[in-house]
């Protein structure tokens, strides 16, 4: 099923290029280790054999409409979910024209984590394979199989729009609609808080001021300050990003708790009504910081206050880029 | 000279060290992620883990130094009196990387005061890699899992106790009192030393096809790919400087600090002025942040991800050798392991010795 899957994404990135209706196909390809699969960039038809779907790909690929060399180029990209959200997001920003974008989407069942799996199966694997509903992986001591619902990435677990949406071509069958995972009004079920961060004691919300302080320092405290979250977020591409400014220095520099924890609330506060969810930033952290918490807070107040999801409809005027002379609050007037 | 160290006796050796060293080791949360001092000899992660995530060159170059310290209005240097470091699982490749960064530290005309004295102070305890991970090429790189150079003892895991080879006259010292191993328990040692060389992974993978994808280009022909590189990784690197090599390499990066932060020969800092706090504090650097060469007139010579990714790999297989006559790789493989979109540096050689300038 996998390989009819990859069979047609590769005809369609193929067929784009031949025809000439793109620059270049970014998707994923094999990576170089078990569990990972690396973006590819493919820019002739008869290379499109390299494409695959794979559970690894850990990238939000959507980042890279965003980045220099690419702005100016007709991208055809290959959309899960949250990808095609930010691709959304993007283009209402005016970050990218999307008649220059082709978007191939593609059956999203969610990311593995490769965390999860090596916690269970230790660091030393050799070999992981998708098989429809499992994740068998094979190690120097033997085989493992998981559930693959059970070795997902906390974000994908979540996740409520797994579809593609206003992408030009769907390759593939679509999962069955997951049910939305958040009740009414937007509160976290309890099921759901409890996959929330993983592992770790969860429900932030439900945590008194003082608990979730100390639970936020933490994490905060393992920040080495490499911004792989902000490097791997779709959403980052401020050609100045705050923490860079030295005149004036709006934080410290130095690893060390004011530090790092105003970056990372400085960095949550700036995805507001911006954040798709896809958790590309968790598992882009080497240190395996769970800062989640904090942009699904604001995303559940967008949604609580004003109905709004990053990328569930096309916008024109992001939430907090519309200014309106009518507006009833005082601000802006 | 080799010694027996039964496992079951190393807390209270490890409890006789702490009392003149702060032991640093493998230790949580969650399983290994960096060597930090330990408290108590449990602490100590040192069976079947892979190497920690975050390299020990932080124990002598720490990521965030103060140099200086404001007080009563007046700049004072911070006196370290901290106790002399014994590392304690150290692999091969972290032993190599940190004499690697005594050529930079210690070799020129400028001596580091801050990282000679903890270096001269500390001692290195080595932990054979058993098991080496599938991101590791030590091999590639002129090293091996059990390189003892630059170590003051290397533990060999067998089972129940550790085989201790003791190295220098600190080593002699700290093992003092162990009964020595046997022919049999070193020839065992031995062994398992050359079964986790065998262990290794193929250095450097081929995966030439995937880079090739996105030239636009059609490959070489069959002859082409027949005619043998220079194996001088340096004089190919500066070969091929001006191609189109680097722009194919370079698109997945996404430019954060991983690779250079987690490496652990990369040394790069920046001083800065943390005024509220009234420190002066030496901070790791990295040269793949845009603001890395940012000059204060605004212009920055390395404007372009390509540039810096460029700038990386040069500076590890070219420009470290050109000035420290070594490799500045040392193949820990922790770039390779954590990077967030699998930049393989492998890959990236191996296609370098391949790659046919258009």
């Given at each position: 099923?996998?390989?009819?899957?990859?069979?047609?994404?590769?005809?369609?990135?193929?067929?784009?290029?031949?025809?000439?209706?793109?620059?270049?196909?970014?998707?994923?390809?094999?990576?170089?280790?078990?569990?990972?699969?690396?973006?590819?960039?493919?820019?002739?038809?008869?290379?499109?054999?390299?494409?695959?779907?794979?559970?690894?790909?850990?990238?939000?690929?959507?980042?890279?409409?965003?980045?220099?060399?690419?702005?100016?180029?007709?991208?055809?990209?290959?959309?899960?979910?949250?990808?095609?959200?930010?691709?959304?997001?993007?283009?209402?920003?005016?970050?990218?024209?999307?008649?220059?974008?082709?978007?191939?989407?593609?059956?999203?069942?969610?990311?593995?984590?490769?965390?999860?799996?090596?916690?269970?199966?230790?660091?030393?694997?050799?070999?992981?394979?998708?098989?429809?509903?499992?994740?068998?992986?094979?190690?120097?001591?033997?085989?493992?199989?998981?559930?693959?619902?059970?070795?997902?990435?906390?974000?994908?677990?979540?996740?409520?729009?797994?579809?593609?949406?206003?992408?030009?071509?769907?390759?593939?069958?679509?999962?069955?609609?997951?049910?939305?995972?958040?009740?009414?009004?937007?509160?976290?079920?309890?099921?759901?808080?409890?996959?929330?961060?993983?592992?770790?004691?969860?429900?932030?919300?439900?945590?008194?001021?003082?608990?979730?302080?100390?639970?936020?320092?933490?994490?905060?405290?393992?920040?080495i300050r490499c911004y792989?979250?902000?490097?791997?977020?779709?959403?980052?591409?401020?050609?100045?990003c705050?923490v860079d400014s030295t005149t004036?220095r709006?934080t410290e520099s130095t690893v060390g708790?004011?530090g790092?924890?105003?970056w990372?609330?400085?960095?949550?506060?700036?995805?507001?009504?911006?954040?798709?969810?896809?958790?590309?930033?968790?598992?882009?952290?080497?240190?395996?910081?769970?800062?989640?918490?904090?942009?699904?807070?604001?995303?559940?107040?967008?949604?609580?206050?004003?109905?709004?999801?990053?990328?569930?409809?096309?916008?024109?005027?992001?939430?907090?880029?519309?200014?309106?002379?009518?507006?009833?609050?005082?601000?802006?007037? | 000279?080799?010694?027996?160290?039964?496992?079951?006796?190393?807390?209270?050796?490890?409890?006789?060290?702490?009392?003149?060293?702060?032991?640093?080791?493998?230790?949580?949360?969650?399983?290994?992620?960096?060597?930090?001092?330990?408290?108590?000899?449990?602490?100590?992660?040192?069976?079947?883990?892979?190497?920690?995530?975050?390299?020990?060159k932080a124990?002598?170059l720490p990521h965030s130094e103060v140099l200086l310290?404001?007080?009563?209005?007046?700049?004072?240097?911070?006196?370290?009196?901290?106790?002399?470091?014994?590392?304690?699982?150290?692999?091969?490749?972290?032993?190599?990387?940190?004499?690697?960064?005594?050529?930079v530290f210690?070799?020129?005309?400028?001596?580091d005061?801050y990282w000679?004295?903890?270096?001269?102070?500390?001692?290195?305890?080595?932990?054979?890699?058993?098991?080496?991970?599938?991101?590791?090429?030590?091999?590639?790189?002129?090293?091996?899992?059990?390189?003892?150079?630059?170590?003051?003892?290397?533990?060999?895991?067998?089972?129940?106790?550790?085989?201790?080879?003791?190295?220098?006259?600190?080593?002699?010292?700290?093992?003092?009192?162990?009964?020595?191993?046997?022919?049999?328990?070193?020839?065992?040692?031995?062994?398992?030393?050359?079964?986790?060389?065998?262990?290794?992974?193929?250095?450097?993978?081929?995966?030439?096809?995937?880079?090739?994808?996105?030239?636009?280009?059609?490959?070489?022909?069959?002859?082409?790919?027949?005619?043998?590189?220079?194996?001088?990784?340096?004089?190919?690197?500066?070969?091929?400087?001006?191609?189109?090599?680097?722009?194919?390499?370079?698109?997945?990066?996404?430019?954060?600090g991983?690779?250079t932060f987690?490496?652990?020969?990369c040394h790069c800092f920046d001083i800065v002025d943390e005024f509220?706090?009234?420190e002066r504090v030496r901070n790791w650097d990295s040269c793949m942040f845009r603001i890395y060469s940012q000059e204060a007139?605004?212009?920055n010579p390395r404007?372009?991800?390509?540039?810096r990714?460029?700038n990386?790999?040069?500076?590890?297989?070219?420009?470290?050798?050109?000035?420290?006559?070594?490799?500045?790789?040392?193949?820990?493989?922790?770039?390779?392991?954590?990077?967030?979109?699998?930049?393989?540096?492998?890959?990236?050689?191996?296609?370098?010795?391949?790659?046919?300038?258009?």
């Amino acid at each position: 099923m996998v390989n009819a899957l990859n069979a047609s994404l590769r005809k369609e990135a193929s067929r784009i290029l031949q025809e000439n209706l793109v620059d270049v196909v970014i998707g994923f390809q094999a990576g170089s280790l078990p569990m990972t699969a690396q973006p590819a960039f493919v820019r002739r038809a008869g290379m499109a054999g390299i494409l695959i779907n794979s559970g690894f790909g850990a990238t939000n690929l959507a980042l890279y409409l965003t980045r220099r060399r690419h702005r100016s180029e007709r991208i055809g990209l290959v959309c899960r979910g949250c990808e095609s959200r930010a691709v959304r997001v993007l283009t209402g920003e005016r970050q990218h024209v999307r008649e220059a974008l082709y978007l191939i989407g593609i059956p999203c069942k969610g990311i593995i984590d490769r965390r999860r799996i090596e916690a269970e199966a230790g660091p030393h694997v050799l070999s992981a394979e998708e098989i429809d509903a499992e994740v068998v992986v094979t190690t120097r001591s033997g085989e493992y199989r998981f559930l693959r619902s059970e070795v997902l990435h906390g974000a994908c677990r979540q996740c409520r729009f797994p579809h593609p949406v206003g992408v030009d071509i769907t390759v593939g069958e679509l999962p069955r609609e997951r049910a939305d995972s958040l009740q009414e009004g937007g509160a976290l079920s309890a099921a759901e808080a409890g996959t929330f961060i993983g592992k770790e004691p969860c429900g932030f919300e439900s945590l008194t001021a003082d608990e979730r302080y100390a639970e936020f320092t933490r994490r905060a405290e393992r920040c080495i300050r490499c911004y792989a979250c902000r490097q791997a977020c779709p959403m980052c591409y401020c050609t100045q990003c705050f923490v860079d400014s030295t005149t004036p220095r709006w934080t410290e520099s130095t690893v060390g708790r004011a530090g790092a924890q105003a970056w990372h609330i400085m960095r949550a506060f700036h995805q507001t009504g911006r954040c798709v969810g896809c958790g590309a930033c968790e598992r882009a952290c080497p240190m395996g910081i769970k800062m989640r918490a904090l942009t699904d807070k604001l995303n559940r107040d967008m949604e609580r206050s004003y109905g709004f999801v990053p990328g569930k409809e096309e916008i024109h005027e992001p939430p907090f880029a519309a200014f309106s002379m009518d507006d009833a609050n005082r601000f802006g007037r | 000279m080799y010694k027996y160290l039964p496992k079951s006796e190393l807390p209270v050796l490890i409890q006789t060290w702490m009392a003149g060293w702060a032991v640093c080791a493998p230790m949580g949360p969650p399983d290994a992620t960096a060597f930090a001092r330990i408290d108590e000899p449990s602490q100590a992660l040192l069976d079947a883990i892979p190497n920690t995530i975050y390299p020990p060159k932080a124990l002598f170059l720490p990521h965030s130094e103060v140099l200086l310290k404001a007080v009563a209005g007046r700049l004072e240097e911070v006196e370290d009196c901290s106790p002399p470091t014994l590392v304690l699982g150290i692999r091969s490749c972290d032993v190599r990387a940190l004499s690697l960064l005594d050529r930079v530290f210690l070799g020129g005309n400028h001596i580091d005061p801050y990282w000679k004295a903890r270096r001269e102070k500390a001692a290195l305890i080595g932990l054979v890699c058993s098991e080496p991970c599938q991101s590791c090429f030590c091999t590639a790189v002129g090293s091996s899992p059990f390189d003892e150079r630059g170590a003051d003892a290397l533990l060999t895991d067998q089972g129940q106790a550790y085989i201790v080879k003791v190295i220098s006259e600190k080593g002699r010292g700290l093992f003092e009192g162990l009964d020595s191993a046997s022919a049999a328990q070193i020839d065992e040692a031995v062994q398992s030393r050359k079964a986790a060389e065998a262990a290794m992974a193929e250095p450097f993978s081929r995966k030439i096809a995937s880079l090739e994808a996105s030239s636009g280009k059609t490959t070489g022909t069959e002859e082409d790919s027949e005619e043998s590189m220079p194996w001088s990784i340096r004089d190919r690197l500066n070969a091929i400087y001006e191609s189109d090599f680097w722009s194919r390499i370079q698109q997945a990066c996404i430019g954060c600090g991983v690779c250079t932060f987690l490496c652990p020969t990369c040394h790069c800092f920046d001083i800065v002025d943390e005024f509220q706090r009234g420190e002066r504090v030496r901070n790791w650097d990295s040269c793949m942040f845009r603001i890395y060469s940012q000059e204060a007139s605004g212009h920055n010579p390395r404007p372009t991800n390509l540039k810096r990714v460029r700038n990386r790999i040069m500076h590890k297989y070219a420009y470290f050798q050109d000035r420290y006559r070594a490799l500045g790789c040392t193949g820990c493989g922790r770039c390779v392991r954590h990077c967030p979109v699998n930049i393989d540096i492998r890959e990236i050689i191996q296609y370098a010795l391949e790659f046919k300038a258009s």
